[in-house]
């Protein structure tokens, strides 16, 4: 599967929108877009995932650019339990999914 | 809302001990997975298992490693012999419209 690239780190203030962007540019026209997030101690949990059109769910928004290369996962309004680490993952087939070391989102009060 | 369960919690065990992670996935999913996780490291894909057989596995997962689903609930890790190096945290995981991921395991080799 295709490598994403993510900031190590990022902070928001509380009740204010969060962008975290990924890259990935080797991304095969099969790949989906995968953001999954790990509270402390805890699983990893689903987040949103989409192929080329922009996503909206009840926890966050996908929005995936034309040539497909980057995407951003938005936060409209981040709280202190979104504090965790992002993981941006590409899979095809939606089964094994390769782990980078994601975004540690801080989040402020 | 439907979720993995995964028991025991914390598993302590000594070097050479055969140990086995039990998980309960969502009852109508098809696919299983098992991930590990050593502190302060990536997740990583260990094997997954559909249709009673496993469908793809990594180089992590030798030997030492099996998979069963020995009813129609439980989906069971087995490592037949433990080394300090398998120290982690290890989550079960299942598929239906995405993946869902159990609260883990941890495992602790003494």
């Known amino acids: 599967d295709a490598k994403t690239t993510q900031p190590n780190s990022m902070e928001s203030n509380e009740e204010e929108p969060v962008h975290l962007p990924c890259n990935h540019s080797t991304i095969s026209g099969t790949d989906y877009i995968h953001w999954y997030r790990q509270l402390p101690s805890q699983g990893p949990e689903y987040v949103i995932h989409?192929?080329?059109s922009n996503v909206n769910n009840r926890m966050a928004s996908l929005a995936i650019a034309e040539d497909r290369k980057s995407s951003t996962l938005i936060l409209h309004r981040a709280t202190l339990r979104d504090a965790a680490v992002y993981y941006c993952i590409l899979s095809h087939t939606g089964n094994q999914f390769y782990f980078g070391t994601g975004t540690s989102l801080t989040v402020i009060p | 809302e439907p979720e993995v369960t995964q028991t025991p919690s914390h598993q302590v065990t000594q070097m050479g001990q055969e140990v086995i992670l039990r998980c309960v996935p969502i009852?109508?999913?098809?696919?299983f997975y098992w991930y590990r996780q050593i502190l302060g490291q990536k997740v990583e894909f260990l094997v997954s298992?559909?249709?009673?057989?496993?469908?793809?596995k990594s180089e992590i997962f030798d030997d030492q490693f099996s998979v069963e689903r020995p009813d129609g609930s439980n989906f069971t890790l087995k490592i037949r012999s433990t080394k300090l190096e398998d120290s982690a945290m290890y989550f079960c995981a299942c598929r239906g419209y995405e993946q869902y991921f159990g609260p883990g395991t941890r495992l602790t080799v003494t």
């Open positions: 009852s109508n999913h098809l696919y």
């Open positions: 989409g192929l080329t």
């Open positions: 298992f559909y249709n009673n057989e496993i469908s793809e």
